[in-house]
Every structure is written in structure tokens, then in C-alpha cells.
């Protein structure tokens, strides 16, 4: 068996070791030369094998969790770079409704102001054919007075003429008188 002691008395690390040689269990103390061999015999063919089976097995275990633990940050990569485009999707999704909701809105404001239009287009349809009856009646009403003015003005000749008519006989009358 080797061990190593830190001695405070020296800066060199000194090294003891048993000989599985001997009887008595003595320690026999030497210097660290950097060369460490396996004191122990050799082991049993059967050991050797079923602990290079167990490294085996190790190394085997070891490169399977690395291989996992590739796969699954591969997993989570692709999952990351799914859970982006799902974002974006659903980023593209609330604009659209947002757009949708707008339009919606602009569409509901359009159809008032074309109930407004339409009601102001009846009001000056209305307003429209008032001012043509009022144009009807006053052309109406301007050609009887006319009519009327021109019965007056028969009228008024009329009477001139009567009053020339009187007018002659009366000057006649006097002429008769007077004469």
C-alpha cells in the first residue's frame, strides 16, 4: 500500500510503503521519484475482465447522456425556435385582429355617415321640390297677374275711352248751352 505524508521537518514529500512481502508490517520510508506502481498482485482474469466490462458500461452510460443530453438541446433549441415562430404567428395574428377591428370600426362610422348623407340627400330632395312647387306657384301666380293686369289695363282703357266718350258729349252739351 503507498501513502504520502506531508513531514514538517522537510519540504520534500517523503514516501511510505509496505511489502506485501513481508511478515512483520514494517514501513519502510524512501523517496517520491515520481514513479507510482501498483503494489497489489495482479488481479484475477475474470476481475480484469468484469471490471473492464463495468468501464465499459461507464464509458458507454457516459456517452449515452452526452448523446441525450445533445438530443435534448437539440429538443429544446428546435422547441425555442418553434415557441419564436408561434410568437410571431400570434403577434401577426393580434395585428390582423386589430386590423379587423378597425376596419370594423371604420366600416360602422362609414355606414353612419352614409345614413347621415342619406338623410341630408332627402332633406335636400325635399327642400328641392319645395323650391320647384314654389317656383310653380309663383310663375303661376306671376301669369294671372299678368292675365289680371291686362284685364285692368282693358279695363282702364275702356274707361278712358268712356270718360273721352263723356268727355265729347259733355263738351257737346256745353256747346249746346253755350251757344
Same mark, same amino acid.
Given at each position: 500500500?503507498?501513502?504520502?505524508? %506531508?513531514?514538517? %521537518?522537510?519540504?520534500? $514529500? ?13 514501513? +519502510?520510508?524512501?523517496? &517520491? ?38 438530443? $435534448?438541446?437539440?429538443?429544446? $433549441?428546435?422547441?425555442?425556435?418553434? +415557441? ?13 385582429? &386589430? ?9 360602422? !362610422? ?18 328641392? &321640390? @319645395? ?5 310653380? !306657384? @309663383? ?17 282702364? %282703357?275702356?274707361?278712358? +275711352?268712356? @270718360?273721352?266718350?263723356?268727355? !265729347? ?7 249746346? @248751352? &253755350?251757344?
Amino acid at each position: 500500500m503507498v501513502s504520502w505524508s %506531508d513531514g514538517s %521537518d522537510s519540504s520534500e $514529500h517523503t514516501r511510505q510503503y509496505m511489502s506485501s512481502d513481508s511478515d512483520d508490517g514494517t514501513i +519502510k520510508e524512501g523517496k &517520491n521519484c515520481g514513479l507510482v506502481e501498483w503494489i497489489d498482485p495482479s488481479w484475477p482474469t475474470t476481475l480484469e475482465n468484469a471490471l473492464s466490462k463495468l468501464w465499459s458500461m461507464y464509458e458507454q452510460s457516459k456517452m449515452d447522456r452526452n448523446e441525450e443530453c445533445l438530443m $435534448h438541446s437539440f429538443t429544446v $433549441h428546435d422547441l425555442t425556435q418553434e +415557441k419564436k415562430k408561434l410568437q410571431a404567428s400570434y403577434e401577426k395574428l393580434v395585428e390582423d385582429v &386589430n386590423a379587423l377591428m378597425d376596419a370594423q370600426e371604420q366600416r360602422a !362610422v362609414i355606414e353612419r355617415k352614409d345614413a347621415e348623407t342619406t338623410k341630408l340627400q332627402e332633406q335636400y330632395d325635399t327642400l328641392k &321640390n @319645395i323650391a320647384a312647387a314654389q317656383g310653380t !306657384v @309663383i310663375r303661376n301666380m306671376k301669369l294671372k297677374l299678368a292675365r289680371e293686369k291686362k284685364n285692368l289695363q282693358i279695363h282702364i %282703357d275702356e274707361l278712358k +275711352k268712356t @270718360i273721352e266718350e263723356s268727355n !265729347v258729349k259733355l263738351e257737346g252739351i256745353k256747346a249746346i @248751352i &253755350n251757344g
